[in-house]
């Protein structure tokens, strides 16, 4: 099974600062099937990112992804009050199925 | 716009069967363009996937939890099915029922989750 390794863990930063999320493969990852999940407290994941960087429907441009092979990387250019959540990357290109154990976007 | 909505009993003893219904609206689960699939999340683990329903009935599973683990879809009724059995402590966790896209891969829609506590 694929690892999914996120950092840093928690990334505490100021509304209007650029936020960059790291999520590292154990094993390259197919076709990059990475995807990149927001989740808020008490809801469900939101699709952000899929194809590593394909921005979902409803995701702003300050959102963008990167990244191939074992790499990848969320940025968001400038956090929005409503940016900071927890963002998860999950892979789709092995079974099973493996999400990362996600980044706090944290307000400094 | 597409709607899941979870269902099933919130407790279930140790030892028996975890049963969930996930109903569709706003979309036809028999569509060739997606997989409906189950994942759940807990504290400890994160988001983990348990597996996939294709309309036409092939299923996908997690390794770890095949042995216990059957999904099944009811396409006139718009709706598909998680049931894990055996299940312990270790199985309680929300669990969200969610569509997945065939091509590109991404859960685009979810529901809103429900909360399973394995306990006797």
């Known amino acids: 099974e694929i690892v999914l390794t996120q950092s840093p863990g928690t990334l505490s930063l100021s509304p209007g600062e650029r936020a960059t999320l790291s999520c590292r493969a154990s094993?390259?990852?197919?076709?990059?099937?990475i995807a990149w999940y927001q989740q808020k407290p008490g809801q469900a994941p939101r699709p952000v990112i899929y194809?590593?960087?394909n921005r979902a429907t409803g995701i702003p441009a300050r959102f963008s992804g990167s990244g191939s092979g074992t790499d990848f990387t969320l940025t968001i250019s400038r956090l929005e009050p409503g940016d900071f959540a927890l963002y998860y990357c999950?892979?789709?290109?092995?079974?099973?199925?493996?999400f990362g154990q996600g980044t706090k976007v944290e307000i400094k | 716009q597409v709607h899941l909505q979870e269902s099933g009993p919130g407790v279930v003893k140790p030892s028996e069967t975890l049963s969930l219904t996930c109903t569709v609206s706003?979309?036809?689960?028999?569509?060739?363009?997606?997989?409906w699939g189950w994942v759940r999340q807990t504290p400890g683990k994160g988001l983990e996937w348990i597996g996939n329903?294709?309309?036409?009935?092939?299923?996908y599973y997690n390794p770890s939890l095949n042995s216990r683990l059957t999904i099944s879809v009811d396409t006139s009724r718009n709706r598909f099915f998680l049931k894990l059995n055996s299940v312990t402590a270790a199985d309680t966790a929300v669990y969200y029922c969610?569509?997945?896209?065939?091509?590109?891969?991404?859960?685009?829609?979810w529901g809103q989750g429900t909360l399973v506590t394995v306990s006797s």
């Open positions: 999950q892979q789709s290109g092995s079974s099973p199925q493996t």
């Open positions: 329903i294709f309309y036409g009935g092939n299923t």
């Open positions: 094993q390259n990852v197919t076709d990059s099937y």
């Open positions: 969610a569509r997945q896209e065939r091509w590109v891969h991404v859960f685009d829609y």
């Open positions: 194809g590593a960087s």
């Open positions: 706003g979309g036809a689960i028999s569509s060739s363009d997606y997989y």
